[in-house]
Structure formats: C-alpha cells, structure tokens
C-alpha cells in the first residue's frame, strides 16, 4: 500500500502558484519523497524528489518538513498545461529493491 | 533521446483471449518495469526486471500473467487468458538502474476486454 495520503483534487488559478500537499507520517528516515505528474492519456513523468532538504529544479521545489511527515511541492506559476494527476510517492525499499508505489494522487485543475 | 516504445496503444479482446504487449526501454537504462493503472487509480507494478532478470514479481497475477525480458532489452507482457478485470492501461517504465528513482514511462498500452 502507498505510504501517502493526499487530497484528491484542487483548482489553481493561472499564473498563480500551485501548492500541493501529502502526508507520510510513517515515512522511515532513508525513504525518498517523490513527485511524478500524469497528464490525460500520458505516462506518468517524473517531477522532483527530496530526502530531508527542500530541492527545486527548472519544474517545481519540494519543501519537506523537519519531521519529514509531510511535504509541499510547489508549481510557482501554473499555467493550463499543469492540468494533471500529482502523485506524491515515498520510494519504499533502499538500493536495488526500492520500488515505487503509487497512491490515488491528486487531480490538480489550473483554471483561466 | 528517444523515450520508451509500446506497442500496441490500444487493443480491445474478449475474454478468455489472449494478449501481448511489447516495451522497448531507452537505450542503456537496465531496469524495466510493467505496471498496470486501472481507471481511475494509480499505477501499480507488476513486474520488474534488472537487465533480463527479474527483481520483483510479487504482484504479478502468475496464473494468467507473464513478462520475459530475454535479452535485457526490449520485454513482452502477455495475459493469456485475460478476464474483464484485466481491462486497463498497461505502462512501462525503465530507469539507469534499480536504484535510481526517476522512471522514465512510456505512453501504455490500453486494453479493453469484453
């Protein structure tokens, strides 16, 4: 079973910033937090990814708490084509068993 | 850089037929993997291969399910025979290696069963 929880949809703006929440409280201190996205009819693609510190890249940052329960991860200026399912995945497993399970995700709708 | 090929995209049997989906990984990455996404839900793995051995089938439905990855490169998924719950999109994924955590994922393979 997916070790997060997240809400199932939100609405953003255009232009604005997208901010999309996940729970993983019962996340073990080696896990990785990973952000991947799925736009309609597409494979999921990877966004970002984070141990303890926050990390941005040219798509999003993530911002993880201190406690590492939960995690943010942030469109600064979403535009229509930011229209997709967010999946915030804890990778279980270390080394070369780690895996990747995916939860329900969250339906993110940018709006004009 | 070419991304992951499937093939077919879309494929509508009847059930108890059987099925094949072909994936031909990004050149050089060793680590592949087939999940399945019923509507509606996140994808799920079912199989995972490191070059053409396999690391991880715990959730691959044997008795109906196979994948082979025979020369650590391109990989085939079949169901034989397949049942209405078998309907979803079949994707593949590869990555560098088994340790890395960005997948790369193909477009799937949508099958319909009636």
């Known amino acids: 079973d997916a070790k997060t929880t997240q809400p199932p949809s939100m609405d953003c703006a255009e232009g604005r910033a997208a901010n999309l929440p996940c729970n993983h409280s019962?996340?073990?201190?080696?896990?990785?937090v990973y952000w991947y996205r799925q736009i309609h009819s597409q494979g999921p693609q990877y966004i970002i990814h984070g141990l303890k510190n926050n990390e941005t890249n040219e798509m999003a940052s993530l911002i993880i708490t201190e406690d590492r329960k939960s995690s943010t991860l942030i469109l600064p200026h979403a535009t229509l084509r930011d229209t997709a399912v967010y999946y915030c995945i804890v990778r279980v497993g270390s080394g070369n068993t780690g895996k990747l399970i995916f939860g329900q995700g969250t339906t993110l709708q940018v709006k004009p | 850089e070419a991304g992951v090929a499937q093939s077919p995209r879309y494929k509508i049997i009847e059930k108890r037929q059987s099925v094949a989906f072909w994936c031909n990984p990004i050149s050089g990455h060793a680590t592949l993997y087939w999940y399945q996404q019923i509507l509606g839900q996140g994808p799920k793995l079912l199989i995972q291969?490191?070059?053409?051995?396999?690391?991880?089938d715990s959730q691959l439905p044997k008795d109906r399910f196979s994948a082979e990855r025979l020369k650590g490169v391109d990989s085939t998924l079949k169901i034989q025979p397949a049942k209405l719950e078998d309907s979803a999109v079949y994707l593949c994924?590869?990555?560098?290696?088994?340790?890395?955590?960005?997948?790369?994922f193909g477009e799937g393979s949508r099958l319909t069963v009636l």
């Open positions: 019962t996340i073990s201190g080696n896990e990785y």
């Open positions: 291969f490191q070059n053409n051995g396999v690391v991880d």
């Open positions: 994924a590869s990555s560098l290696s088994p340790g890395a955590g960005e997948l790369f």
